[in-house]
């Protein structure tokens, strides 16, 4: 039996295309075959063009968003380092723990959950001793905050530290210019604005980063190693693992996707869901957590006025309306919900379904709700 089609509008995964979908299917080759490896290259290629970079390490790693996390920890830390983490949600605290078991000394600069991190509280951290690396989370998909990454990545350059970066759900969505920044490590996951299934890890690591491989004084986690990576990905192409061939294909046509928009035009499109979005939960009297100059437009997580219950009112989209969203993470778990608009996700039809859906929720909570004004005002402007 196949599983219902649910409309995807939760922090991930995002909907895929029927063309990416069909690429799945696509006859399974070898990972060394010839008839895949320019299909590879062309990805690789393509995915420099995304991040921004001239990286020649740029490749879609195996696994998944969090695999993307352990090859840059795996790489770039040893025991003792000096590592700064901007935890203001989840995805950085667990960026912070990764670093920890990893043996380094982490100093966490911490902002309260929804709330909008001060960079210079991190950059404040970089210059208080000797860095090894500094790690922030872009767009930390547990709040929807979006951090402003250029104050952070000249001070981390500064003070001669490598800047990681967490793109799981900024890349796709928004324009990203990695060189430009002064990025070092950047990772990401291919099932949030790239609209392409969970499964692989778009990973690019800087000279300066693989310098700091080549340094340590032991070798990197045999499945992350950047050096055996390159030995695969780079022009030896020689066997390191059964690359995901099936993933690799729908990656590949996400990508001509997004080739074919355009990455300014993909941002604007997020960007203007975003905006219809937050008009219509204006108009139910909802309110997000993150003001929409701070806020990732991918992703909106929206307060829960008292008296409603999460677990009711997501079931009630899931079970009556086919579609997922998103509950609240760590200290908002039950007090948020989260909405994702994401890659193929990011349309104006999706945002009147979920308005109507969540208005409907409302009234079977015993909540006055005017849902076609939250449409008309979706539509507006
Ligand atoms: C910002 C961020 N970082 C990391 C991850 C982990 O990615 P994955 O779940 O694909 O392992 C996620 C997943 O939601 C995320 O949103």
């Not at 890659?343 to 990011?346: E, I, L, N």
């Given at each position: 039996m196949p599983p219902p089609e649910v409309l995807l509008l939760g922090p991930g995964p995002s909907p895929t295309s029927p063309l990416v979908r069909a690429a799945q299917a696509w006859p399974l080759l070898g990972h060394l075959d010839p008839a895949f490896l320019p299909l590879l290259e062309n990805v690789q290629q393509r995915l420099r063009e995304l991040f921004g970079t001239a990286n020649a390490f740029t490749l879609p790693l195996a696994g998944t968003g969090t695999s993307g996390m352990e090859a840059v920890v795996g790489n770039l830390i040893e025991p003792g380092d000096r590592v700064v983490v901007g935890v203001h949600g989840i995805f950085g605290q667990r960026f912070a723990e990764a670093a920890r078991r990893r043996g380094a000394d982490v100093v966490e600069v911490r902002t309260e959950f929804g709330a909008v991190p001060d960079p210079a509280a991190i950059v404040r951290a970089i210059q208080a001793g000797p860095v090894r690396l500094c790690g922030v989370v872009h767009a930390e998909t547990s709040t929807g905050v979006l951090l402003d990454l250029r104050p952070i990545a000249a001070a981390a350059r500064a003070a001669g530290a490598l800047f990681a970066v967490d793109a799981v759900t900024s890349l796709g969505g928004l324009v990203w210019q990695a060189d430009d920044l002064g990025v070092d490590a950047a990772f990401s996951g291919t099932?949030?604005?790239?609209?392409?299934?969970?499964?692989l890890a778009p990973l690019t690591l800087s000279a300066a980063a693989l310098r700091r491989v080549a340094e340590r004084r032991s070798p990197p986690p045999f499945a992350v190693d950047a050096g055996l990576l390159m030995g695969y990905?780079?022009?030896?192409?020689?066997?390191?693992h059964t690359a995901p061939v099936s993933l690799v294909y729908a990656l590949s046509a996400a990508l001509d996707e997004v080739a074919a928009e355009g990455m300014d035009g993909r941002e604007r499109r997020h960007r203007a869901v975003a905006a219809q979005l937050r008009r219509g939960l204006d108009a139910l009297d909802l309110a997000p957590l993150v003001a929409a100059a701070h806020a990732t437009p991918m992703l909106t997580s929206v307060r829960y006025p008292d008296g409603v219950d999460d677990r009711v009112f997501r079931a009630h989209l899931r079970n009556v309306h086919r579609i997922e969203i998103g509950g609240g993470l760590g200290s908002l778990a039950g007090r948020v919900f989260r909405l994702g608009l994401m890659?193929?996700?990011?349309r104006p039809e999706n945002v009147l379904r979920v308005l109507a859906a969540i208005g409907d929720a409302l009234a079977a909570q015993g909540r006055a709700v005017d849902i076609a004004a939250a449409l008309a005002a979706a539509r507006a402007g």
């Open positions: 099932q949030k604005c790239l609209s392409a299934p969970p499964g990905f780079g022009a030896d192409r020689a066997y390191h890659g193929h996700g990011a």
